[in-house]
Each structure stands twice: as C-alpha cells, then as structure tokens.
C-alpha cells in the first residue's frame, strides 16, 4: 500500500540553526501540505502545494519557513532560524486531487529546538 | 467563523462499552468531513470521511459516524471498544471543498479493562 514517508522520525536542533524536514509523498499525489502539533495542541495547517508553488498558506508559515520539491520526489520543510516554539511534530500529507479526495499523512517528525 | 470543535478533550469508558465521540463545526459553505486516529507516537489514520451521499458512513475498525446537517455535528461510534482503540481522535473539515483541513482539538480514548 502506499503511503507518505518522512524523514527523520525525530530530529533535535539548536535554537538558531537551520533545520530540513523531508516527505516523499505518494507518487501519483498532486497536492502537497505541512501540518505541525504542539504538544497537547490541535493539529494545525501550516501550508499546502500545488503545482510547483504554495497555493495557501497559514499566519504560522511566516518567512522562517520554506517549502521545496527539489526533485519531483522529495517535499521538504525548511526552517531557517529554529525557535523553541518551533518545538512540534510536523506532519507532512499528500492528496491526489482536490475534488474528494482524502489527505494520507505521514507518521511524523518530531523536532526538538533546544 | 470557520471552526471544528471537540467537546471532551478525554473519555474514559470500559472495555466493550459504546462510545460516541463529539464533533460539532461551524460553517456557512458546504464541508466534507472526516475522522483520523492517532495511536500513541504514530501518524495520522484515515478512520473514516463523508462527501456526500447516505449521512451514515462506517469506517475501519468498527467505527461509524453520523453526519447532521442541522445540527452541524459529525460525532463518532463505536458500538463495542476494545483496548487497542485507546488513541487520540482527530475531527477535520475540510470547508467548501478546500485545499487544507481544519481540525478539532482532539479527544483522548482511554479504554479500561
């Protein structure tokens, strides 16, 4: 069956540094989005991708974030300058089209901004 | 205002006892629904979704959920729990046929022997 795979599962970082989340969403998938949760928190979206650009984004994906598909394979998140509220599992999904169609997620990756 | 709400953030209930699990929205456009599963240090699972169609949708696991227009609801069952349903449950919308998903605040199953 396939499925959405993010990389790494758990990442720690320094406050300051620069940090890449990475998905490989499933193959035929068109559409492309970030969630995150806090701990203890709702999951919230932060950003989706169509067609090569960002088609929507939330007040959260301010510009310390990125999104890229370098490869036509690979969606990564980038934050340039982590901050301890950065600290959250961040869910990468993927949608084959936008009519009816269901979001698959990934299993996460949890980051530890220190 | 677009929103999802959850009522019972926990609902602690017996092994194979029923369980319904609130989910109330607010919306003035149309919304497809849906319910994801959380287990413990896991990713989000699709339970089950409504579109369109019979409002009653049965899902995996034995889950089932109704959906209510008037009462803008979409609460979820399960006639008979089992230890292994213990995980967080997740309402999304997905408003006017939408790009994103709005999600519910969560409520935390804890089933009991």
């Known amino acids: 069956e396939p499925e959405v795979t993010q990389t790494p599962s758990h990442q720690v970082t320094q406050m300051g540094q620069e940090v890449i989340l990475r998905c490989v969403p499933i193959?035929?998938?068109?559409?492309f989005y970030w969630y995150r949760q806090i701990l203890g928190q709702k999951v919230e979206f932060l950003v989706s991708?169509?067609?090569?650009?960002?088609?929507?984004k939330s007040e959260i994906f301010d510009d310390q974030f990125s999104v890229e598909r370098p490869d036509g394979s690979n969606f990564t998140l980038k934050i340039r300058s982590t901050k301890l509220e950065d600290s959250a599992m961040y869910f990468c999904a993927s949608r084959a089209g936008e009519w009816n169609t269901e979001a698959f997620f990934g299993q996460g990756t949890r980051l530890t901004v220190v | 205002a677009q929103s999802v709400t959850q009522l019972d953030s926990q609902v602690p209930v017996f092994e194979e006892a029923p369980v319904e699990l609130r989910c109330n929205y607010s919306s003035s456009v149309s919304v497809y629904l849906f319910w994801y599963v959380q287990y413990p240090n896991q990713g989000l699972q699709l339970l089950l979704k409504y579109l369109s169609g019979s409002t009653l949708v049965k899902g995996i696991n034995g889950f089932e959920a109704e959906f209510n227009k008037s009462q803008t609801s979409f609460h979820l069952r399960k006639p008979s729990v089992h230890i292994s349903d213990t995980a967080e449950y997740f309402c999304?919308?997905?408003?006017?046929?939408?790009?994103?998903?709005?999600f519910g605040g969560g409520t935390r199953l804890m089933v009991k022997p």
């Open positions: 991708f169509y067609n090569n650009e960002i088609s929507e």
């Open positions: 193959s035929n998938h068109l559409y």
């Open positions: 999304a919308v997905s408003f006017n046929a939408g790009n994103m998903l709005t």
